[in-house]
């Protein structure tokens, strides 16, 4: 459930037409949105016309404005910044659209997250855009203004920042001031003149004052707009204006008090009643304003306050929504009080909260009723909407639910203990879960198995599933989420969604890895089936992320390409496509196209910053620092990996640790630096002072990606020391414990890790004097890497592995393997004459025009057979062309009807053409 936003709070609010002019303030602000860098604060007490001011301001401004009326419940940083990127969007589409994305995350996001996307779309638009906050006095939460305080801080000159506040924001006011940054409009300047008091009361109120009355009346008030205007509905009717205006002495807030009295007495009991029973309410509509009061006439009774300039503003341009002036506000609630009982208040908030539930606003729904300590009836819409609010991110709004109501409502209810525990499992946060699991452990066991909700008892599968995956009990873990998944009703898409996640990472440490690839796709067929964009691509980037590691680069080609084609189209852009960005480029550095690899590189990085992780800016300089080292260009190189290791010390990476840590030692040893290369595998426990050691491996091991690389970096430590003349007997060793990681890395498919030990392995055969066995490594390399077209991890190896290949080439050892690759391979060496022949690859367009219901593209092999069915070649036929067995042709072909969803070579063919698969 998407949390329903107010459009209301985004309309500008209506000037009157003969609305007194104040052009010296407009003026004023005007020239303060055309200072680069520069924000305006207006800032006064309660009814000095600012809202007003800003008004005529914009109507001045002659362009759109993103505009936001503030009021308490946007202390939740979530819908703070929801109100703020969608007022955005209603000038420009493109800005935020991350950033609304990642509001809808779990995870709680770094404070300048979000004014980070802010000021980078804005540059990257190249957009002017005015943005108006107003009643920011109404935001308490620290999150908040160090949020603001940053993006005021990191200013673009293309946005320019109008906030209106009763009270100064905790913000560095003076070192903004001290730079010339910061255009102030405050009480002093917001005050009536006696000229604009003037216009106000005789033409505005339609009043007949002298100007001794008017200066008086000026004098008194200080020049408050609202005291003026109460003063003014006061002395309507009266016959001693001057004895009135006399009579009125003191400070602001006894005239104000004195003022607000006596419009409310002149009033018929009826409207007065209106007036306080509709306090309650934030903001207001007949049929709300019906449902709490019982008055039929409502939308008239609301035009009537209106016109009557009884501090009721409009909201919107159809007069459906109105609201309060604060003050107004305050002292009818106050009255309120006075005039009714405890009994009378609390049935109207109860009927407000139920004329929120009906429209599908649950969260004012809960306000009311916890607000009427109706904890039941709270404790009823908290079952229902704190789930859709947790997987929206609204964790801030939920846990203070949890805080009002009183336990024993809630300690009962399966539904809000499971969401609390979910809220809390999703941060990670154990111990906070602890308690609701433990409640449902006892209302789940107490319960009898046959009377127990579907819904209730799978949602209750999935999440001690999750807490087992978190514990490490792979097994336990996945046997309970496909129980889930088979109790859970069908259209029950979010919990669904989580379990299959879940249950994919479960699948992969099992090395199960069909199912992960099945549960992948039911998580991108589930989001499919909501119209759930981004839980889509978070389902393909975890496909694309493990077919990676297994070296399948044609069908992450595949699956990446076609899903940026729906973002781009969508206009969708998060931290989960970032990750596809990152996986598309090191597809293109696998094949050596390393400006594409750069290009999209760099794109990763930028939106991943958006969204405030690390990873995509560490392995950038991870990527950098290995194109230098290929490049010659070491000092370069070395300097990419000292930034990857101070942006790790500030901000820990997820995933890309190890990357770090292996082109660290390879960069070490290509600058002589050997204490600095086995000083970065110390901590992982690998030794080489007095022979030797490392981290044992059984021999049934499954080595997963990140170990297979600090294996190789060992390895490779070992290799440049018998190079400079260390003992070369921990070769043999090293020859041993390749074996090891060539047969632990096969059993995870991680077929670069494998390519990579196996071409290590060759040059310290070669070292030892083993040239026919580093000769047999080499070629194995060029059969296993052949079909997807790897070429980098050759040219990493530098010239030793240059040397193979000639070698090969010329002694003409290769066998099966195409000439061609090898001579591509080798043109890609620095100092290679020419340069590799560009791998034929699909199109994007091809990709875009694929069927989305395809999720696991056909790789580059079954490619091959299918365009030769689609020749009319028989299995015979292929299987002669192709090289292979009469079965592996039959296995491809199986496998090419179930991806296609088709059961014959005609079907095939025509399923093939329509997805733009043959030539």
Same mark, same amino acid.
């Given at each position: 459930?998407?949390?329903?936003?107010?459009?209301?709070?985004?309309?500008?609010?209506?000037?009157?037409?003969?609305?007194?002019?104040?052009?010296?303030?407009?003026?004023?602000?005007?020239?303060?949105?055309?200072?680069?860098?520069?924000?305006?604060?207006?800032?006064?007490?309660? +009814?000095?016309?600012?809202?007003?001011?800003?008004?005529?301001?914009?109507?001045?401004?002659?362009?759109?404005?993103?505009?936001?009326?503030?009021?308490?419940?946007?202390?939740?940083?979530?819908?703070?910044?929801?109100?703020?990127?969608?007022?955005?969007?209603?000038?420009?589409?493109?800005?935020?659209?991350?950033?609304?994305?990642?509001?809808?995350?779990?995870?709680?996001?770094?404070?300048?997250?979000?004014?980070?996307?802010?000021?980078?779309?804005?540059? %990257?638009?190249?957009?002017?855009?005015?943005?108006?906050?107003?009643?920011?006095?109404?935001?308490?939460?620290?999150?908040?203004?160090?949020?603001?305080?940053?993006?005021?801080?990191?200013?673009?000159?293309?946005?320019?920042?109008?906030?209106?506040?009763?009270?100064?924001?905790?913000?560095?006011?003076?070192?903004?001031?001290?730079?010339?940054?910061?255009?102030?409009?405050?009480?002093?300047?917001?005050?009536?003149?006696?000229?604009?008091?003037?216009?106000?009361?005789?033409?505005?109120?339609?009043?007949?004052?002298?100007?001794?009355?008017?200066?008086?009346?000026?004098?008194?008030?200080?020049?408050?707009?609202?005291?003026?205007?109460?003063?003014?509905?006061?002395?309507?009717?009266?016959?001693?204006?001057?004895?009135?205006?006399?009579?009125?002495?003191?400070?602001?807030?006894?005239?104000?008090?004195?003022?607000?009295?006596?419009?409310?007495?002149?009033?018929?009991?009826?409207?007065?009643?209106?007036?306080?029973?509709?306090?309650?309410?934030?903001?207001?509509?007949?049929?709300?304003?019906?449902?709490?009061?019982?008055?039929?006439?409502?939308?008239?009774?609301?035009?009537?306050?209106?016109?009557?300039?009884?501090?009721?503003?409009?909201?919107?341009?159809?007069?459906?929504?109105?609201?309060?002036?604060?003050?107004?506000?305050?002292?009818?609630?106050?009255?309120?009080?006075?005039?009714?009982?405890?009994?009378?208040?609390?049935?109207?908030?109860?009927?407000?909260?139920?004329?929120?539930?009906?429209?599908?606003?649950?969260?004012?729904?809960?306000?009311?009723?916890?607000?009427?300590?109706?904890?039941?009836?709270?404790?009823?819409?908290?079952?229902?909407?704190?789930?859709?609010?947790?997987?929206?991110?609204?964790?801030?709004?939920?846990?203070?639910?949890?805080?009002?109501?009183?336990?024993?409502?809630?300690?009962?209810?399966?539904?809000?203990?499971?969401?609390?525990?979910?809220?809390?499992?999703?941060?990670?946060?154990?111990?906070?879960?602890?308690?609701?699991?433990?409640?449902?452990?006892?209302?789940?066991?107490?319960?009898?198995?046959?009377?127990?909700?579907?819904?209730?008892?799978?949602?209750?599968?999935?999440?001690?599933?999750?807490?087992?995956?978190?514990?490490?009990?792979?097994?336990?873990?996945?046997?309970?989420?496909? %129980?889930?998944?088979?109790?859970?009703?069908?259209?029950?898409?979010?919990?669904?969604?989580?379990?299959?996640?879940?249950?994919?990472?479960?699948?992969?440490?099992?090395?199960?890895?069909?199912?992960?690839?099945?549960?992948?796709?039911?998580?991108?067929?589930?989001?499919?089936?909501?119209?759930?964009?981004?839980?889509?691509?978070?389902?393909?980037?975890?496909?694309?992320?493990?077919?990676?590691?297994?070296?399948?680069?044609?069908?992450?080609?595949?699956?990446?390409?076609?899903?940026?084609?729906?973002?781009?189209?969508?206009?969708?852009?998060?931290?989960?496509?970032?990750?596809?960005?990152?996986?598309?480029?090191?597809?293109?550095?696998?094949?050596?196209?390393?400006?594409?690899?750069?290009?999209?590189?760099?794109?990763?990085?930028?939106?991943?910053?958006?969204?405030?992780?690390?990873?995509?800016?560490?392995?950038?300089?991870?990527?950098?620092?290995?194109?230098?080292?290929?490049? +010659?260009?070491?000092?370069?190189?070395?300097?990419?990996?000292?930034?990857?290791?101070?942006?790790?010390?500030?901000?820990?990476?997820?995933? #890309?640790?190890?990357?770090?840590?292996?082109?660290?030692?390879?960069?070490?040893?290509?600058?002589?630096?050997?204490?600095?290369?086995?000083?970065?595998?110390?901590?992982?426990?690998?030794?080489?002072?007095?022979?030797?050691?490392?981290?044992?491996?059984?021999?049934?091991?499954?080595?997963?990606?990140?170990?297979?690389?600090?294996?190789?970096?060992?390895?490779?430590?070992?290799?440049?020391?018998?190079?400079?003349?260390?003992?070369?007997?921990?070769?043999?060793?090293?020859?041993?414990?390749?074996?090891?990681?060539?047969?632990?890395?096969?059993?995870?498919?991680?077929?670069?890790?494998?390519?990579?030990?196996?071409?290590?392995?060759?040059?310290?055969?070669?070292?030892?004097?083993?040239?026919?066995?580093?000769?047999?490594?080499?070629?194995?390399?060029?059969?296993?890497?052949?079909?997807?077209?790897?070429?980098?991890?050759?040219?990493?190896?530098?010239?030793?592995?240059?040397?193979?290949?000639?070698?090969?080439?010329?002694?003409?050892?290769?066998?099966?393997?195409?000439?061609?690759? #090898?001579?591509?391979?080798?043109?890609?060496?620095?100092?290679?004459?020419?340069?590799?022949?560009?791998?034929?690859?699909?199109?994007?367009?091809?990709?875009?025009?694929?069927?989305?219901?395809?999720?696991?593209?056909?790789?580059?092999?079954?490619?091959?057979?299918?365009?030769?069915?689609?020749?009319?070649?028989?299995?015979?036929?292929?299987?002669?062309?192709?090289?292979?067995?009469?079965?592996?042709?039959?296995?491809?072909?199986?496998?090419?009807?179930?991806?296609?969803?088709?059961?014959?070579?005609?079907?095939?063919?025509?399923?093939?053409?329509?997805?733009?698969?043959?030539?």
């Amino acid at each position: 459930m998407s949390v329903s936003l107010l459009s209301t709070k985004l309309h500008i609010p209506h000037t009157r037409a003969n609305a007194v002019a104040r052009p010296r303030l407009t003026e004023k602000l005007l020239a303060g949105v055309k200072r680069p860098g520069s924000f305006v604060l207006l800032s006064g007490p309660a +009814g000095f016309g600012k809202t007003t001011l800003l008004s005529e301001f914009v109507i001045e401004l002659k362009r759109p404005v993103a505009w936001v009326s503030l009021d308490e419940a946007d202390n939740d940083p979530i819908r703070f910044w929801t109100y703020l990127l969608t007022a955005c969007q209603s000038i420009r589409p493109e800005i935020g659209e991350s950033g609304l994305v990642l509001l809808q995350t779990p995870q709680p996001l770094p404070e300048e997250t979000l004014p980070t996307i802010l000021i980078n779309d804005l540059v %990257r638009l190249n957009a002017d855009l005015v943005i108006v906050l107003d009643d920011y006095h109404t935001i308490q939460n620290q999150t908040v203004h160090s949020a603001l305080s940053f993006l005021l801080d990191h200013l673009p000159d293309k946005l320019h920042l109008v906030i209106s506040t009763r009270v100064d924001p905790p913000w560095p006011l003076a070192r903004f001031r001290a730079r010339d940054r910061l255009i102030e409009i405050r009480a002093v300047d917001l005050r009536f003149t006696t000229d604009e008091a003037a216009a106000f009361l005789n033409e505005v109120m339609g009043l007949n004052l002298s100007a001794e009355d008017v200066a008086a009346l000026e004098e008194r008030t200080e020049g408050w707009i609202a005291s003026l205007q109460l003063a003014a509905l006061s002395m309507k009717g009266r016959g001693d204006v001057t004895g009135f205006i006399q009579a009125f002495t003191g400070s602001h807030i006894y005239v104000a008090e004195y003022l607000i009295e006596e419009v409310l007495g002149r009033q018929s009991e009826a409207v007065k009643t209106f007036l306080m029973q509709t306090s309650i309410l934030g903001r207001l509509n007949a049929s709300l304003c019906e449902a709490v009061t019982g008055y039929a006439e409502s939308q008239a009774r609301l035009r009537e306050l209106y016109q009557t300039n009884l501090f009721v503003s409009p909201l919107d341009d159809e007069g459906q929504w109105y609201r309060y002036h604060q003050l107004f506000a305050d002292l009818l609630k106050a009255r309120l009080q006075q005039t009714l009982s405890a009994d009378a208040i609390t049935a109207l908030h109860q009927r407000a909260a139920a004329w929120y539930e009906q429209a599908g606003m649950m969260p004012e729904a809960i306000e009311h009723a916890l607000t009427a300590s109706d904890y039941s009836h709270a404790a009823q819409l908290i079952e229902k909407a704190a789930m859709p609010m947790i997987l929206n991110a609204y964790f801030r709004t939920v846990e203070g639910w949890l805080q009002i109501t009183p336990p024993e409502y809630l300690n009962e209810s399966p539904r809000a203990n499971l969401a609390f525990a979910w809220m809390h499992l999703m941060r990670r946060d154990v111990t906070q879960a602890a308690p609701h699991l433990e409640r449902l452990q006892a209302l789940f066991s107490a319960a009898n198995g046959d009377d127990l909700d579907p819904a209730l008892h799978g949602e209750w599968l999935a999440l001690q599933s999750l807490l087992l995956g978190m514990q490490g009990k792979v097994g336990e873990s996945t046997d309970l989420a496909e %129980r889930a998944l088979k109790i859970l009703p069908a259209d029950d898409a979010q919990v669904r969604t989580v379990t299959y996640m879940g249950l994919a990472n479960m699948y992969e440490q099992r090395l199960d890895f069909e199912r992960a690839a099945a549960a992948m796709d039911a998580i991108v067929r589930n989001a499919r089936d909501v119209g759930d964009l981004t839980s889509e691509v978070l389902g393909l980037s975890l496909l694309g992320r493990m077919l990676l590691q297994q070296g399948a680069l044609h069908s992450v080609y595949e699956i990446t390409s076609r899903a940026l084609q729906r973002i781009e189209h969508a206009g969708l852009f998060s931290p989960f496509s970032a990750t596809l960005y990152g996986e598309l480029a090191q597809v293109h550095y696998h094949w050596h196209q390393l400006e594409e690899a750069r290009r999209y590189f760099s794109r990763s990085v930028e939106l991943s910053a958006l969204g405030g992780f690390s990873d995509a800016e560490i392995y950038h300089s991870v990527f950098l620092s290995r194109l230098f080292q290929m490049e +010659g260009d070491l000092q370069a190189s070395a300097q990419e990996i000292e930034k990857a290791l101070v942006r790790m010390r500030t901000a820990a990476p997820a995933f #890309v640790r190890e990357e770090v840590v292996s082109q660290k030692v390879s960069i070490s040893l290509a600058l002589g630096h050997f204490d600095a290369a086995q000083m970065a595998l110390k901590e992982y426990g690998f030794h080489f002072d007095g022979g030797f050691s490392y981290p044992e491996l059984a021999p049934d091991a499954a080595i997963p990606h990140p170990v297979g690389l600090l294996y190789n970096s060992a390895l490779r430590i070992l290799l440049h020391k018998a190079r400079a003349g260390g003992k070369r007997q921990d070769l043999s060793h090293g020859i041993e414990l390749a074996e090891l990681l060539i047969a632990g890395s096969s059993r995870c498919r991680h077929l670069p890790i494998v390519l990579q030990t196996l071409l290590l392995r060759s040059q310290m055969q070669g070292v030892l004097g083993h040239e026919q066995a580093g000769l047999e490594d080499v070629a194995k390399v060029l059969e296993l890497a052949g079909p997807e077209r790897f070429i980098s991890v050759f040219v990493e190896e530098g010239a030793p592995i240059a040397e193979t290949l000639g070698l090969l080439l010329k002694r003409n050892l290769l066998g099966a393997i195409s000439p061609d690759y #090898v001579r591509d391979i080798l043109a890609a060496f620095p100092g290679a004459h020419g340069k590799p022949s560009a791998r034929p690859v699909p199109s994007a367009g091809n990709a875009a025009a694929a069927d989305e219901s395809l999720i696991q593209p056909l790789t580059s092999r079954e490619l091959e057979v299918l365009q030769h069915i689609a020749d009319g070649d028989s299995n015979q036929r292929i299987a002669e062309e192709l090289v292979v067995t009469l079965s592996a042709v039959k296995k491809h072909t199986g496998n090419i009807f179930k991806k296609l969803n088709v059961s014959s070579r005609t079907q095939a063919v025509l399923r093939a053409r329509k997805l733009g698969l043959l030539a």
